[in-house]
């Protein structure tokens, strides 16, 4: 029907793909009546992914008449991928397959501030130390903005970085993909976590500022200029603080890692956790109105996008018990209840290793992704 | 390649209207070229569209290199679709062919109120006497909940409607499509009006309340249960006065039509108008602080969807010009400057039509969009 052969086949083995991926295993007949395809074309298809060593025969599904049917997976530790997540003070590994298995991580304290060659030699010898001949690639996460298409760090300004074209600091043949932390993270709920199959969420997450991943029709949604997610600057008192952002009274100015840590007059978030966990009543008071407008602004989101779930992550991983009870009030409290009861807020289980979990999605995307092919052959 | 063959199709022809509706002349090479469909099939589909009446040979193009191209558009006059807006005090009717050129409009004055038997009689003696042979569909605009997939107005609190499928209520014989009427809006916008082929981007109207229609990536986007776009409710003042919703300081207590009539005491938006134009300093100071709040919950959309344009729609046309100064620099002031500097806030040149022409454009949907059907096909 199409023009181009070649394109369409991409586009019916990346479909056949991700159908495997979200069902773990499943038989032809399933595939070929899901996807509309010939039993046929399915059965071609098939073979040459097993020949090909992505995908393997995992076990034998209920018969439907006939003889039982072989049950399709993909192959574990055929093919794989590296995420790679950088931050001020510390590097972060991990080597995935193509079933989202992890293979191994690593974690390299180095202070990266201003410092991007010697980063980028550190991150060079551990790739070379860690490749594997079936690697489909290094994705990259950063706190910052980035452009994905060009591979290129437009700004990192906690890392002090400008303008950095990953191409020309990898010293590996292998393809490279960008993304900013907070879209990483929530690629990670959405391939291997906490939302699996959810078509629309937001990945909050607190690090040195407060960022969110949003996805959309179970797709990642960037915005007009790749800048969508920057909830932290939602303003939630026009009179409040002034935030570094110039504006006043930001999310972050009362609920950021940093200003908790300054309101009580300690060096990091996790003081904070501390003095609240020893039952510390100052500390208490501040994570509640940390929490209350936390619930304010994701009563905003909820009412204005009405998304499936909301998911704490990052660093409000390590408190979360301590504020969600009072973020799901005011929740329930301050949204219309019509997308109030549609939501479910839940904390992240992978803390702050979900930016290098997702980034080394990345790369997969690209094999499981139908869009770029869809939108090549026009359909 | 794929199963179903009818499906394809009708997905090709989908494909081959919509690039015609949005081009609004081209030539079959060019279509070919676009969408991947061979010489051939672009022909074989476009000649049942000539033959069927969809298209016509609207002129001729430039040669590249032969004879010079027919160019293809959307016949008028062949196809129609109506529109019907319902609201509290009249009922509006628009019926438009399939090139959105309008052919005619009404406006029946009645009130509506808990009173939906006499209201859809109406409706139908007007669709009656406005018939036409080829009519496609009447689209309903509703300012409540709806479900669109059943046709049914599940709560229609002004109106003081609930659960009222419209199939139940029409004796006219042609499909009928529902949705909320600032969704109706963004979608005239978006096919029609200041939006054309804008891909993300927020309506936000004034009427009793305030709403928005939100298009993400060129489609539509409802939500997890169809109530996305609740921006009256976005809290701006976790201090501020009691809202109807049962929060404090949502947007709608600082700039709804209702709240800035009762805070000048007078009957109407209308009447707040009035006095501001005439230099009364109580409305102009009660819409600048309206304006204030809007331009906040428009930085927070800003920062967290990176649309490319927000349009103010309906009762906000009126007065867009008293109040769009004071939201551009808010939102100039308060958002980050990469969205900040990527969205183009707009106000709608329709006014208080739009629900009714986006209404009429629901029934057209299903012929251009080629959504439903790539999901039929599997790909």
Request: glycine share 16%; net charge neutral.
């Given at each position: 029907v199409a023009g181009n052969n070649k394109l369409l086949k991409e586009l019916n083995q990346a479909t056949i793909l991700e159908l495997i991926r979200v069902n773990k295993a499943i038989s032809k007949a399933d595939i070929a009546s899901i996807t509309g395809l010939s039993p046929n074309a399915t059965g071609m298809i098939t073979l040459n992914l097993i020949n090909d060593d992505?995908?393997?025969?995992s076990g034998i599904g209920e018969s439907s008449g006939g003889r039982k049917p072989d049950l399709l997976s993909l192959k574990p530790n055929s093919y794989y991928s590296m995420g790679v997540d950088i931050d001020t003070d510390r590097i972060r590994f991990a080597l995935i397959d193509i079933t989202g298995q992890i293979i191994y991580r690593s974690r390299i304290a180095v202070n990266c501030v201003g410092n991007y060659k010697a980063t980028f030699e550190i991150i060079n010898s551990e790739i070379k130390k860690n490749y594997?001949?079936?690697?489909l690639g290094v994705g990259f996460a950063i706190a910052g903005q980035v452009d994905a298409k060009s591979e290129t760090?437009?700004?990192?300004p906690n890392l002090k970085?400008?303008?950095?074209?990953i191409l020309d600091v990898i010293s590996i043949d292998v393809p490279v993909f960008l993304e900013n932390e907070s879209i990483t993270s929530s690629i990670y709920e959405n391939w291997s976590?906490?939302?699996?199959?959810?078509q629309n969420f937001i990945c909050i997450n607190s690090k040195s500022g407060i960022g969110a991943g949003i996805f959309i029709n179970g797709k990642i949604y960037k915005g007009a200029s790749g800048s969508?997610?920057?909830?932290?600057?939602?303003?939630?008192?026009?009179?409040?603080p002034k935030c570094e952002c110039g504006s006043n009274g930001c999310l972050e100015t009362y609920s950021s890692s940093l200003r908790l840590a300054e309101k009580l007059n300690v060096g990091s978030i996790n003081e904070v956790i501390l003095l609240a966990r020893s039952g510390n009543q100052f500390a208490l008071d501040a994570l509640k109105q940390s929490a209350l407008y936390i619930g304010v602004v994701i009563s905003g989101l909820v009412n204005t996008l009405n998304p499936e779930k909301i998911v704490l992550g990052k660093q409000f991983v390590k408190y979360a018990d301590l504020i969600i009870d009072e973020i799901k009030d005011v929740v329930n409290n301050k949204a219309l209840p019509m997308p109030a009861s549609n939501v479910e807020i839940v904390v992240s289980e992978e803390g702050e290793q979900s930016s290098v979990l997702g980034a080394a999605i990345l790369p997969l995307i690209n094999i499981f992704s139908t869009n770029e092919k869809r939108a090549a052959v026009g359909i």
């Open positions: 992505f995908l393997y025969v594997k001949d079936k690697l760090i437009i700004s990192a970085w400008k303008n950095i074209n976590g906490i939302c699996q199959g959810v969508a997610g920057e909830v932290g600057h939602i303003i939630v008192d026009i009179g409040g």
